[in-house]
């Protein structure tokens, strides 16, 4: 909002997105939600009254300026629709309105001020953002006030990058005289928690140097209680010493009362979680997963990107090998570390990372050998009761073939017996006659003419004819292709015909018998 495009640079405030804000309306960068329009034309008409930056000193003679001010740190509540669905949106629009203010600030003091407030908003949001606002605070520091609320926040600075011995050290270097009470102290002495709290975790559990810090944080705790006992940092620091004393009930009903009663997401995120962590040490698992995930939820709707939670939930999953959905929340972490340059979470967040992905990986093709080998047995199996369904079908088929052949079998036999019976019948009764007529005979006729009767062959031939003609007939009649199939087993030049086109040939009378091999005998070997 200066004349000169170099403004920007010489206070430090170039942001590595300041190309993309760039494309943006002013409109949306100052949160202006009904007719963005008018916004950014009122700040672009205005433009030319705002002084440059050799006339800074002259800004007091200025009432725009001051007026502008006013309205752009006013405008800096306004939150757009949007940001009720997509929380982080909200978060960078409320630190790039802050960076219009800090732009706009007619004296370093109010600079510092938006300096600090952008600090505080980007803590858990964006390191490199906190780390130049930092800086900034360290600048313009003009009063001894400023310069130790810029030196906590430095000494926050190293121990996100990891350097606890120069934290500690500068920690222990600052002059403190000037330090009377008020909101300068309890920054000291939340700093003096945070530094000696990380410290015993350096230190390592069950040390000497660990049980010295966990005194000295303790000891923190009591005298911030003495200031203040009202804040939510206050009841935190409460919950907290009562946890570490071992009233772990009591610990627990003061962050549930934290976690129920406050409004705002980080510190619900920040209740929820240390009550993960008290569950975590009485080995209640599923209340330390519920309440990591709301934590994680809360977080979520902070727009933080330096939480726990989630990696913590990853890791819960990957124990109780839910591997994809630890690899989905894992991967998030690690873009919102990433995004946010926690360079301290980084390292184990990436390990956690490549385990998860690689276990993930090998799971996915465990299950997908046994997949296919699942699939190709179900293939077998099919095809196997396929083949099986097919056999069944023929033999099915062929015990039908059968029982028809044996219905033929069984009319050809019942076409025997009745057409034999009845012959049996008849030749029963001409045996009779022919007794009846040969006595007759030898009463008339006497002995001789008897004995003459029963040499003459005209009439049994004329009998034995008749047998043979309905034999024949029968015989034909229930397998009328007898000939052909016989023939087929003979050679070409000694096969059979029927006589008068109608009777077989005396000797195929032979192959009627139960016994076709006996009768084959009976054959010439030439003709077979």
């Known amino acids: 909002l200066h004349r000169r495009g170099d403004a920007r640079r010489r206070h430090g405030t170039v942001d590595p997105r300041e190309k993309i804000r760039r494309k943006r309306p002013r409109a949306e960068l100052l949160g202006l939600c009904a007719r963005p329009c008018d916004g950014a034309r009122f700040v672009g008409a205005q433009r030319r009254f705002l002084p440059g930056e050799r006339e800074r000193h002259t800004a007091g003679q200025r009432q725009f300026c001051l007026m502008y001010y006013f309205i752009t740190t006013a405008l800096q509540i306004a939150t757009p629709f949007c940001a009720k669905f997509y929380p982080s949106f ?94 300068l102290l309890l920054d000291w002495l939340s700093c003096r928690i945070v530094l000696y709290t990380e410290l015993a975790s350096d230190a390592g559990p069950g040390t000497v140097e660990a049980d010295r810090y966990e005194k000295l944080v303790a000891q923190t705790r009591r005298r911030y209680l003495g200031i203040d006992s009202t804040s939510f940092y206050a009841r935190r620091v409460k919950a907290q010493l009562l946890r570490d004393n071992g009233e772990t009930d009591a610990a627990l009903k003061a962050f549930g009362r934290l976690y129920n009663e406050e409004n705002t997401h980080h510190y619900k995120a920040s209740a929820a979680y240390s009550i993960a962590k008290i569950y975590e040490a009485a080995g209640e698992e599923e209340l330390r997963f519920d309440y990591l995930v709301r ?49 301290k979470r980084l390292l184990n967040t990436g390990k956690a990372k490549l385990i998860i992905t690689e276990t993930s990986r090998r799971v996915e093709r465990t299950r997908f050998i046994w997949l296919t080998v699942g699939v190709c047995f179900i293939s077998l199996l099919l095809i196997v009761i396929f083949i099986l369904f097919r056999r069944g079908l023929s033999l099915q088929r062929g015990l039908e073939d059968t029982n028809r052949k044996l219905i033929d079998a069984n009319k050809i036999k019942n076409g025997y017996v009745f057409r034999y019976m009845e012959l049996s019948l008849h030749y029963i009764d001409r045996i009779g006659e022919t007794r009846n007529e040969l006595r007759a005979l030898g009463k008339s006729d006497g002995f001789d003419a008897m004995m003459k009767a029963l040499r003459s062959p005209s009439a049994l031939y ?67």
């Not at 952008?118 to 949001?125: A, E, R």
């Not at 605070?137 to 990891?162: C, G």
């Not at 933080?304 to 690899?327: F, N, P, T, V």
Request: proline share 3%; charged share 30%.
């Open 90 to 183: 909200a978060h960078e629009q409320r630190i790039a309105v802050l960076g219009q203010v800090f732009v706009a600030a007619p004296t370093d003091s109010l600079r510092w001020e938006t300096a600090r407030k952008i600090y505080l908003c980007s803590n858990h949001y964006s390191r490199d953002t906190a780390f130049r606002y930092q800086r900034l605070m360290e600048e313009l520091a003009s009063d001894s006030r400023q310069e130790l609320f810029s030196r906590m926040a430095k000494v926050r600075i190293l121990l996100d990058k990891n350097e606890n011995a120069l934290a500690e050290r500068m920690f222990l270097d600052t002059d403190t005289s000037a330090m009377k009470g008020g909101p």
């Open 295 to 343: 934590s994680a939820e809360q977080d979520f709707m902070a727009a933080e990107r330096g939480y726990m939670s989630l990696y913590e939930l990853a890791l819960m999953l990957y124990d109780r090998r839910q591997y994809r959905k630890a690899e989905q929340y894992i991967s998030q972490n690690l873009m919102d570390v990433t995004a946010g340059n926690f360079s």
């Open 462 to 528: 004329g009998e034995y004819e008749d047998y043979y003609r309905i034999f024949d007939e029968t015989f034909l009649g229930l397998y009328p292709d007898f000939v052909e199939r016989v023939n087929e087993l003979l050679a070409e030049d000694s096969r059979f015909s029927l006589e008068d086109g109608r009777r077989p040939p005396k000797e195929l009378r032979g192959l009627h018998r139960p016994y076709p091999a006996e009768a084959f005998r009976s054959l010439s070997e030439g003709r077979i």
